[in-house]
Each structure stands twice: as structure tokens, then as C-alpha cells.
């Protein structure tokens, strides 16, 4: 039975990927192309060693088979959330545990993660992407983002290739009309705080420069600031994730203000010094 994994049929995600970032075919002369050992069909020959990811990714595909496990079969892709929450907090925790075996086996599960969506994509109408689809398009992606590597553009430093990130993105994906676009309103309120003060400070309404309004030393003297915060907050019958989310969401609101009338004069957004009693 041919496995639609490895359909050699052109789907929707590399096809998508492929008419958002143009990338000369010089530039991807040194990305490493599919060994002349494989099939058509992206499945090892029969004289070759399947690898280890190959390995799993038929593993996947027999356990969601009809002759496979009845409760792999009848996942979803929302039904499978909570476990790619799961496993990638659990990943998370691995990694700044330090644990290499750990790490290892935490970075299995997110794969296992990605290939079971995979696969699920590929028997479902309307998707009809399978893993290589996803692959081409991420190798798409990078190669477009970094034509400083791919192509003929100068960038020395990390700061450099951050500074030309965004011009990157917009012109990948030139639909996007704000700086808020692509962020994950989903995120833990304070990964969102960080990340929506960032594009505050991108349009000027946040000064980048400007004096801290609390001077810190460490993250190890942060983090007791923001737990005593929480539990101020808890000891008063108060949700300081809900708060903060409210905060964030108000300066959301200025952002797009600001950017709908062309203006992006520095001011303080409300969140730069620190609440003052009433």
C-alpha cells in the first residue's frame, strides 16, 4: 500500500510557500537535494537503509492505517492540542533542566507531534499536504529569510540580520498591514506582553532608549519580583494573568490607533512608569 506520506503529487503548503517568498535557483544550489537513491514517490529505494525519522514516520503511518490503532485513527487536529501544549512545555522544561536525555526524548514527542498532524492532513480533504510538503515549505521559508546566507546580501552581525528581519517577513507575506499581524493571541499573557512592547517599539510609541522605570540586576532577581506580584494579586482575589492580558490588549489598541493615523510619535502607552496610587 503506497503511503501518503510520501505522495510525490504537489500540495497546497509547498505550493503556498512557493508563491509567497520567490527564491532564484541559484540561491538553493546549496541546499542539499532528495539522495538520487529515493524513489519518485520520496520513499527509500529498496537498496537503501530507510533512516531513523523515515523509520518513524512509517510508524505513524501504520498506527493511523485501518489495520492500526482504533484511537490514533480517530485523532483530530483539535483533539490533538492539548498534547502539543503538553509536550511542548514538557520540551521546555527539558531544556532548561539541562538534561540531554531528556531533551531527546521530549524533542521526539514534538516530532511524533508534527508527523501525526502530517499524516492527518494527508487523508484529509481540502488539506492534502503530507510531511515533504511541510519540509519543502519550511526549506522555502528559511532559504527566503536568509538571503544573506542563499543570496547576495551583506549582513555581518546578529543585530544586522534582526534589523532586516521584518523587511524579510513583510515581503513573504505583504498582506499583513500591521505590526500586530502573525502574533499569537493565545500566548501565556507574559510571552504576549514581551512580544506586543516589542512592536510598540518598532512604530515609536514606545522609546526603545528610554530609562527603565525599575531598575533590575538579573532574572534571579526578577523572577521573586513577578511571583510576589502574582501572589499580591492572589491574596486579593485578583487574576494577574487576566490583568495583564487586559493591559496587553489596551496596548493593542494604541498600537492600531497609532497606525491608523500614520502617527509614531513616542508617548507613554500607560505601561512605561510605574502605577501610582489614586
Given at each position: 500500500m503506497t503511503?501518503?506520506?510520501?505522495?510525490?503529487?504537489?500540495?497546497?503548503?509547498?505550493?503556498?510557500a512557493s508563491a509567497a517568498v520567490s527564491v532564484p535557483?541559484?540561491?538553493?544550489?546549496?541546499?542539499?537535494?532528495?539522495?538520487?537513491?529515493?524513489?519518485?514517490?520520496?520513499?527509500?529505494?529498496?537498496?537503501?537503509?530507510?533512516?531513523?525519522?523515515?523509520?518513524?514516520?512509517?510508524?505513524?503511518?501504520?498506527?493511523?492505517?485501518?489495520?492500526?490503532?482504533?484511537?490514533?485513527?480517530?485523532?483530530?487536529?483539535?483533539?490533538?492540542?492539548?498534547?502539543?501544549?503538553?509536550?511542548?512545555?514538557?520540551?521546555?522544561?527539558?531544556?532548561?533542566?539541562?538534561?540531554?536525555?531528556?531533551?531527546?526524548?521530549?524533542l521526539g514527542d514534538v516530532l511524533y507531534q508534527v508527523l501525526f498532524h502530517a499524516d492527518i492532513a494527508a487523508h484529509t480533504s481540502g488539506e492534502d499536504f503530507d510531511i515533504?510538503?511541510?519540509?519543502?515549505?519550511?526549506?522555502?521559508?528559511?532559504?527566503?529569510?536568509?538571503?544573506?546566507v542563499f543570496g547576495d546580501l551583506t549582513l555581518d552581525t546578529a543585530d544586522d540580520v534582526v534589523a532586516a528581519w521584518d523587511d524579510f517577513k513583510a515581503q513573504e507575506k505583504p498582506h499583513r498591514t500591521s505590526v500586530l499581524d502573525g502574533i499569537p493571541q493565545g500566548?501565556?499573557?507574559?510571552?504576549?506582553?514581551?512580544?506586543?512592547?516589542?512592536?510598540?517599539?518598532?512604530?515609536?510609541?514606545?522609546?526603545?532608549?528610554?530609562?527603565?522605570?525599575?531598575?533590575?540586576?538579573?532574572?534571579?532577581?526578577?523572577?521573586?519580583?513577578?511571583?510576589?506580584?502574582?501572589?499580591?494579586?492572589?491574596?486579593?482575589g485578583l487574576d494577574a494573568e487576566r490583568a495583564l492580558r487586559g493591559a496587553v490588549r489596551d496596548l493593542q489598541e494604541e498600537i492600531r490607533a497609532t497606525e491608523a493615523e500614520s502617527a509614531a510619535d513616542p508617548f507613554d502607552a500607560g505601561v512605561i512608569g510605574t502605577p501610582t496610587s489614586p
Open positions: 503511503n501518503p506520506l510520501f505522495s510525490a503529487a504537489p500540495a497546497s503548503g509547498a505550493a503556498a535557483t541559484a540561491e538553493l544550489a546549496s541546499v542539499p537535494a532528495e539522495p538520487a537513491s529515493s524513489t519518485s514517490a520520496g520513499l527509500p529505494s529498496a537498496t537503501s537503509t530507510p533512516s531513523a525519522l523515515d523509520t518513524l514516520i512509517e510508524t505513524v503511518a501504520k498506527l493511523r492505517a485501518p489495520d492500526g490503532c482504533p484511537w490514533d485513527a480517530d485523532q483530530t487536529h483539535d483533539s490533538l492540542v492539548k498534547y502539543l501544549t503538553e509536550e511542548t512545555h514538557e520540551l521546555i522544561e527539558a531544556i532548561e533542566s539541562g538534561s540531554r536525555d531528556e531533551m531527546l526524548e521530549e515533504q510538503d511541510v519540509a519543502a515549505a519550511m526549506t522555502q521559508k528559511m532559504v527566503g529569510r536568509h538571503p544573506h500566548m501565556p499573557a507574559l510571552a504576549l506582553a514581551d512580544k506586543v512592547l516589542g512592536r510598540a517599539e518598532k512604530i515609536g510609541l514606545i522609546e526603545v532608549d528610554a530609562e527603565p522605570s525599575m531598575v533590575l540586576g538579573s532574572e534571579d532577581e526578577l523572577g521573586p519580583l513577578l511571583l510576589a506580584i502574582v501572589a499580591a494579586a492572589r491574596a486579593q
